[in-house]
């Protein structure tokens, strides 16, 4: 290993940019959710098809590649792969702006995912290098702001570019983005020596090691398909909430964009911060709280959600929604941190990337293809009100993701890992 990359960087500057390269992940990933509309209206496409593109589409490599690729940072370096993830997401994303055809467009969105699919879970693996147990939830809390920040980012520079000029410049201009950012990463995100962690290649499972470990894990289990119930209601909403403003309230391109872009920075920020905040001060004293906090969250939000989606006014659905949408980011933080607790640092990137597969692949692949499908299932009773109705019916899976966090608590007490001072 070369003398750079023995000399670790220091952590909050690592952290920064490892945020800034999260942003580009979420301005890319959700930036078709603003597009939506007028993307449906020159490929005449249907919603079960966009629902396609916005979650299985991407889903389908990101969840599944992210599983090797995370064991290929492990073993190698995690800045390197992270930095290539990057320049191929954002490639692709550029690429999405020149689909004729909604086969053109899957293609490309299939490269986004392979390209992010190396992103996340290393990401996750280099905030353990560089930060103690007693502040690692709150930092991967920092670190989850790429979700609400990139998300508002992507739906306010989509609608002003596609509103302006059209939706394919949008989807230019954030792929050069990305690939500017990617040579400023690699100079300045080094990994940390990993003796200094913990970790020598004598101690280094083996992926097979890694997913027998946590196979034995309630808590991986339970953590895992509770984020994945949840993810499934707040990806779908995330991604049709757009067109809910559109076709319910009335909003134009640029309104929907800013009263979107609005609700994921007040709220989500709010939110992901918080949740870290709380996990790692009552989960010092009792490690179930990492598994209570989102349980309480997702209990608190889901009327306030229930009201927002059923309000006939945009003011009013403005207050109901900021609430909740901060509550349905609160899990970050807290069950991010656990998973990295549930093995030794050398596997992190791994049981990182084993999460996210069952969250990403349920979640991300089936909410949004599900909300769309439903929501044509509803059109002849519903008619336009068809998108709100899916919302509220899908609800439920918010109680189900309380249940197996609230379950999840008491096997953290017995499965978490212990670290030794580095």
């Known amino acids: 290993m070369s003398a750079p990359e023995q000399s670790a960087a220091k952590p909050g500057v690592v952290l920064t940019m490892l945020l800034i390269v999260y942003v580009f992940n979420f301005i890319d990933r959700q930036i078709l ?4 509309a007028p993307i449906q209206r020159d490929l005449e496409l249907s919603d079960s098809q966009m629902g396609l593109l916005g979650g299985f589409a991407f889903a389908l490599l990101y969840s599944t590649l992210a599983v090797p690729l995370a064991a290929l940072a492990d073993r190698t370096s995690r800045s390197w792969v992270i930095t290539v ?3 191929v997401w954002s490639g692709f994303t550029a690429a999405c702006g020149l689909a004729q055809s909604f086969g053109q467009i899957f293609l490309a969105r299939l490269g986004v995912g392979v390209g ?11 905030i353990g290098d560089y930060f103690p147990s007693k502040r690692r939830a709150f930092a991967l809390s920092i670190y989850s702001l790429g979700i609400p920040i990139g998300s508002a980012a992507g ?3 989509g609608g002003y570019i596609a509103s302006a000029i059209s939706w394919r410049l949008a989807f230019f201009v954030v792929g050069l983005g990305g690939l500017l950012v990617a040579p400023l990463f690699k100079l300045l995100v080094r990994d940390r020596p990993r003796a200094a962690v913990g970790d020598t290649p004598s101690e280094r499972p083996s992926f097979g090691e890694t997913a027998r470990l946590l196979a034995g894990k309630r808590a991986f289990w339970l953590l895992s398909f509770g984020a994945a119930s949840s ?32 609700l994921l920075l007040l709220g989500g920020i709010a939110g992901v911060l918080g949740g870290g905040w709380v996990a790692d001060r009552l989960g010092g004293r009792n490690r179930a709280w990492y598994g209570y906090v989102p349980a309480l969250a997702y209990v608190i939000g889901t009327p306030l959600f229930a009201a927002g989606i059923s309000s006939s006014s945009a003011k009013v659905a403005f207050l109901l929604f900021l609430v909740p949408q901060g509550l349905s980011y609160v899990w970050l ?5 656990a ?4 093995v030794s640092p050398p596997a992190r990137a791994t049981a990182s990337a084993l999460f996210l597969l069952i969250n990403n692949l349920i979640g991300l692949g089936g909410g949004i293809y599900a909300l769309g499908a439903f929501s044509e299932f509803l059109t002849p009773v519903y008619g336009a009100e068809a998108l709100r109705y899916s919302m509220l019916y899908a609800l439920a899976l918010y109680g189900v993701a309380a249940l197996l966090m609230a379950l999840a608590g008491p096997h953290l007490r017995r499965e978490w890992v212990a670290e030794q001072a580095a």
């Open 33 to 36: 959710a603003i597009l939506a």
């Open 85 to 87: 993830s990057l320049v």
């Open 116 to 126: 992010e699919a190396g992103g996340v879970a290393p990401s996750y693996a280099v």
């Open 155 to 157: 739906v306010l520079a």
């Open 231 to 262: 993810s499934m209601i707040g990806y779908g909403i995330a991604f049709w909430l757009p067109s809910l403003l559109q076709r319910s309230f009335g909003f134009d391109l640029i309104q929907a964009s800013q009263f979107y872009g609005a």
């Open 333 to 337: 933080g807290p069950v991010l941190s």
């Open 339 to 342: 998973i990295q607790h549930l």
